[in-house]
């Protein structure tokens, strides 16, 4: 898949784009990232990309025109599936919705900045408005980091076991078995003996039980979904 993240600082983004998962999984084919320098698609001599808010309230607004051109030179390039606006007040990021992402071919991730961005691109450009939570960031850089990341480590062969990403937290809309590894005994610390057992099948019931109990007691809202 290929996601084009638009944005104003393009430098933030590099060392997430690079390293890890995201580095990885494109060195492997599995993902391509694009980061675009918004700055270079305004027509302001001075680079600008903001102006002040009609109505006379306080701080900048992201301006139509260098958006508008920017996601047209992509659009006129290849056919988007999702055209994303990070935003605190846009849908939830969540588990269900990094694995939906993850089926797409290409996505565009706008970050945003200042106030936000002109109402106009909202209405007329974006497809979808994700925030990754209730809290307000200085920008949408690191929502894009943290969505990037979360729908590029889904896609199979993206992590080294296949099956991890399958039981990672939420994936069933429960979180995860505790886990341990060597030694089994740590200064009296003792790994649970189910676990040495190499019976397959008391495992499984055990991690489903660890599964069900500490969703049940840390995020019992998952239940309930
Ligand atoms: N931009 C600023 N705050 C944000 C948030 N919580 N989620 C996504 N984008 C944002």
């Known amino acids: 898949m290929r996601i084009d993240i638009i944005t104003v600082l393009p430098e933030m983004l590099e060392p997430?784009?690079?390293?890890?998962?995201?580095?990885?999984?494109q060195k492997k084919g599995l993902a391509e990232i694009h980061v675009h320098n918004l700055r270079d698609y305004t027509t302001d001599k001075h680079r600008r990309v903001d102006d002040y808010p009609f109505g006379g309230f306080a701080g900048m607004v992201m301006q139509c025109q260098p958006i508008d051109d920017c996601i047209a030179a992509l659009k006129a390039e290849r056919d988007y599936d999702e055209i994303i606006y990070t935003?605190?007040?846009?849908e939830q990021f969540s588990q269900p919705m990094?694995?939906?992402l993850s089926l797409k071919k290409n996505i565009i991730i706008l970050c945003g900045h200042y106030k936000?961005?002109?109402?106009?691109?909202?209405?007329?450009?974006?497809?979808?408005?994700?925030?990754i939570g209730d809290y307000v960031l200085t920008g949408g850089?690191?929502?894009a980091a943290v969505m990037a990341d979360a729908i590029v480590r889904v896609l199979p062969g993206a992590i080294g076991?296949?099956?991890?990403?399958?039981?990672?937290?939420?994936?069933?809309?429960?979180?995860s078995a505790p886990v341990y590894t060597r030694p089994a005994d740590y200064k009296g610390w003792l790994v649970p003996d189910v676990?040495?057992?190499g019976h397959e099948a008391k495992i499984k019931e055990w991690e489903l039980n660890q599964m069900i109990e500490r969703t049940r007691k840390l995020r019992p809202d998952l239940l309930n979904e």
């Open 161 to 175: 076991d296949e099956q991890s990403a399958l039981s990672d937290c939420f994936q069933d809309n429960m979180l």
């Open 141 to 143: 850089e690191l929502a």
């Open 16 to 25: 997430f784009t690079t390293q890890s998962i995201l580095g990885r999984a």
């Open 116 to 131: 936000g961005i002109d109402h106009r691109i909202r209405e007329h450009l974006i497809t979808r408005e994700v925030s």
């Open 87 to 90: 935003s605190p007040d846009g």
């Open 98 to 100: 990094a694995n939906e």
């Open 195 to 197: 676990l040495l057992s």
